[in-house]
């Protein structure tokens, strides 16, 4: 592996873990915003779904602009949208300035800051044979930022209020632009041959069987992730478990996802990505089961969070493997674009409909449910995937 390839897939691992584990940060927010601005959780969780929605909406077009004009300007752009979102959220004096802030303005930056950008800007430069590692690595550098954003975030709450807390992550997330930097200037590795219109990559996508239900799939990861990252801290406060250990419950979700990216992006450099999908979704059914079986404390909130941890973002290596495995990566950030789409989607009901069900009947047990049988569904999703490249990319490499 070359020195500038070794720097860029380094700044994307910073970038990743800054603006992912950052976003993944959100849920601790939720009690003294709610209580300050008096909302109810219903609608924090609708701003949080608002964000994921918008964020999902926008990816496709930032993808596409990132494979025209390169990752760094979308995200100097998506950056300095993110910082100002949360900037004027810092000062929201109403539910109405919380979500055009924290909701709409960062959702919008999302899109340009995040992994999408990061796994297109590198997925065109690493080899084929090493994209899993590769991938795996950046993902399992949004968890370690989890790890280390969400009890730090936590922390700055306790100590200086969530206003001031959100200020200071606002001017933390203005050095995006400067990592972006490491991201230009390398060799893309996508075969030779006659360059392919959108139009013929757009059709091409929607008429192959596996990528409509790697995109269906992937819409129970985002309804999953969300779900836990918005409302787990409320649900083990509503259990008696204490603050400090249902922030670091998110935060050991961070921590062992760091292992589970690493080691299935690993692991599908070897064997059936869309087969690791299967016994990923299937593992968090399980997982989510026993949360509703086993007394919930301190000790049982950081073991579950150990356990989701592992599946946390491993889906995202494998996910964005089969696109790029499938389709090459001329067209990458477009394609994996729309798929993510479907992710942001699922945010959305995780996020709001957790809200709406704890408020409605005022517990999460109904949500939990969903997220067991959807976790099932997506299991099924995978399983008749076709993962063989298309006959297109062996005539171009030919």
């Known amino acids: 592996m070359s020195r500038h390839l070794q720097i860029m897939i380094a700044c994307g691992i910073l970038i990743v873990l800054l603006a992912g584990g950052l976003r993944q940060s959100f849920g601790v927010f939720l009690p003294p915003i709610a209580l300050d601005l008096d909302i109810q959780r219903q609608f924090f969780g609708l701003v949080i779904a608002s964000q994921a929605l918008l964020f999902g909406i926008c990816q496709p077009v930032a993808g596409l602009l990132a494979d025209r004009f390169g990752a760094y300007k979308l995200i100097l752009g998506g950056a300095l ?6 900037w004027f959220a810092s000062s929201s004096e109403s539910a109405l300035g919380l979500y055009l802030s924290l909701g709409l303005m960062v959702g919008v930056g999302l899109s340009g ?19 899993g590692t590769a991938f795996g690595l950046i993902i399992a550098s ?10 730090g975030t936590q922390a700055l709450i306790d100590g200086f209020g969530w206003r001031q807390a959100m200020a200071l992550l606002a001017v933390a997330i203005l050095v995006l632009p400067l990592l972006a930097v490491g991201l230009t200037g390398a060799k893309t590795s996508e075969p030779a041959g006659p360059r392919q219109s959108l139009g013929a990559a757009i059709w091409e996508a929607r008429t192959h069987s596996g990528y409509i239900l790697l995109t269906l799939g992937f819409f129970v990861c985002g309804f ?3 779900f836990v990252g918005t409302h787990l801290p409320a649900y083990l406060a509503d259990n008696q478990v204490s603050s400090w250990a249902a ?7 961070g921590l062992f996802n760091v292992v589970g990216a690493f080691l299935f992006g690993k692991l599908s450099d070897r064997y059936s990505k869309k ?3 299967v016994v990923l979704y299937i593992g968090r059914a399980i997982v989510m089961s026993l949360l509703l079986v086993v007394p919930i404390n301190d000790a049982t ?8 941890g592992v599946m946390w973002l491993a889906t995202v290596p494998l996910t964005g493997g089969i696109v790029a495995q499938i389709f090459g ?7 994996f674009g729309v798929v993510f789409m479907s992710h942001q989607f699922g945010a959305f009901g995780g996020a709001w409909l957790g809200g709406y069900i704890y408020d409605v009947t005022g517990s999460y047990d109904l949500m939990w449910g969903l997220s067991i049988g959807l976790g099932l569904v997506a299991a099924l999703l995978h399983w008749p995937i076709r993962e063989q490249p298309l006959e297109r990319l062996a005539h171009e490499t030919a």
Do not use: C, D, W
Not at 81 to 86: I, K, P, S, V
Not at 247 to 253: E, H, K, T
Not at 329 to 335: A, P
């Open 224 to 226: 999953h992730v969300t």
């Open 113 to 131: 800051s995040t992994q999408v950008i990061v796994l297109g800007a590198v997925g065109k430069v690493v080899p084929e044979e090493r994209r």
């Open 301 to 308: 909130a950081l073991v579950f969070g150990a356990l989701m």
């Open 329 to 335: 990566t001329r067209y990458f950030g477009m394609l």
């Open 81 to 86: 949208l993110y910082a100002g979102g949360l």
């Open 247 to 253: 922030s670091l419950a998110l935060g050991m979700i």
């Open 275 to 277: 087969n690791l999908l």
């Open 142 to 151: 949004a968890s370690l930022g989890m790890f280390f954003m969400v009890p």
